[in-house]
């Protein structure tokens, strides 16, 4: 056997399976980029990755049908900007396949109420939408394990507010297993040390979200540079006026996390370069850094989407490999649960 050969060979037996998704459910803003895309990029190089966009899971909460279709195709324009490469990284879309909501449907009816009830997500979201919170927002983190538990998933790269949902992932696999016989590979959350949690610029004691009521919460990847130095200039801090990382300051400490992570310097760096310098300096050499990080991004997103037909193409083959895929573990699943009728 050739040497290279040989080492391909060993570096695939060691290679983990990784997989990432997001909901098309807006623009995606720097906290979905700091905790899921760039670790995301980062794990492809050694590791098998799959990455989708979650349509189903957006649908959760009201959306317009042709927005949809629009941010589906921006998060994929997207996550190719980023450096997705879809020759090493199986990118596709979640609806097209269909063993997603199979599988969720069979894990629904192992999972117990309490379980769900307990998802801090959820019980923030329903304290928003009252009444119209729908069965599909409850029962979302099923539809979430079932996209994990599919691939055979070994490491799941999240931010902090997903890792609940991919320990409710472990504990179904381990019940399944438990009681079916060994079916799934039992799940690790893997969440980055600094910048797992990007605070809403509007309110730092609540996290980024894209759907946040107020566009001055997040800082979508596509706004324009008079767009980002607003949002920036008028982020929330407090009054002692020093440059810190310091988690009982969660206005300025957000600030000086997301300068660290898109300038790749330390938070103690930007420390001490801002020792005798007020918010509004700082604040305006973000704004600089961000816009500087964002331009070349947006340009790589529009020519992806200036060739829609492409990105469909990429997708329709990503999701045609995921349902091969995902089709040899429902078999099993089916098997293992008894609604098979086959024997062989
Ligand atoms: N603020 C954040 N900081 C760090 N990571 C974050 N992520 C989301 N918000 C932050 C991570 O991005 C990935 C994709 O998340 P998602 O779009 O599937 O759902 P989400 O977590 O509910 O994100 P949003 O922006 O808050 O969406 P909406 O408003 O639609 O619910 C996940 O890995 C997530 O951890």
């Known amino acids: 056997m050739r040497l290279d050969t040989w080492r391909l060979e060993l570096k695939t037996a060691f290679m983990s399976k990784v997989l990432t998704a997001i909901q098309p459910s807006g623009i995606l803003h720097i906290g979905n980029y700091i905790g899921a895309i760039e670790p995301a990029v980062e794990s492809q190089r050694d590791n098998e990755l799959r990455m989708f966009v979650v349509d189903y899971h957006a649908i959760t909460v009201p959306q317009k049908p042709e927005e949809l279709r629009k941010n589906i195709l921006t998060a994929t324009a997207t ?7 879809p020759k090493k990284t199986l990118l596709f879309q979640q609806s097209q396949v269909p063993q997603h909501t199979e599988l969720a449907w069979i894990l629904n009816c192992t999972a117990r109420m309490g379980e769900l009830e307990r ?27 079932a996209d994990i538990l599919l691939y055979d998933t070994a490491i799941v ?25 060994e079916t799934f590979v039992v799940p690790q959350p893997k969440i ?26 997040y800082l979508s990847l596509l706004d324009d540079p ?64 961000l816009t500087l990080f964002l331009l070349p991004l947006q340009a790589k997103i529009k020519t992806y989407l200036e060739h829609e037909d492409e990105l469909i193409k990429i997708l ?18 089916r098997k293992r ?3 098979c009728l086959n024997q062989d």
């Not at 996550?79 to 490469?85: K, N, S, V």
């Not at 801090?120 to 979430?144: N, S």
């Not at 610029?201 to 609540?206: A, E, S």
């Open 337 to 339: 649960v008894g609604v």
């Open 226 to 289: 008079e767009t980002i130095r607003k949002k920036i200039m008028s982020a929330v801090t407090d009054n002692e006026g020093k440059v810190a990382f310091d988690e009982t300051r969660p206005g300025i400490s957000n600030l000086v996390t997301i300068f660290s992570i898109i300038t790749k310097q330390t938070p103690e760096q930007i420390e001490l370069d801002y020792i005798g310098k007020g918010y509004g300096d700082f604040k305006k050499d973000l704004a600089e850094a």
């Open 119 to 145: 998802m801090t997500q959820f019980k923030d979201k329903t304290r928003v939408r009252g009444e119209t919170t729908t069965v599909g927002l409850f029962d979302y983190p099923i539809l979430m394990a």
């Open 192 to 217: 980055r040390e600094v910048g797992a949690r990007i605070m809403g610029l509007d309110d730092p004691t609540k996290k980024m979200s894209k759907s946040a009521s107020s566009p001055k919460n």
């Open 79 to 85: 996550y190719l900007a980023c450096g997705i490469d």
């Open 157 to 181: 790269p999240v931010g902090e507010d997903q890792k609940q949902h991919v320990e409710l992932a472990r504990d179904l696999a381990i019940r399944f297993n438990r009681d079916f016989g």
């Open 316 to 333: 329709n083959a990503g999701s045609t490999r995921a349902r091969e895929e995902a089709e040899k573990k429902m078999e099993v699943v």
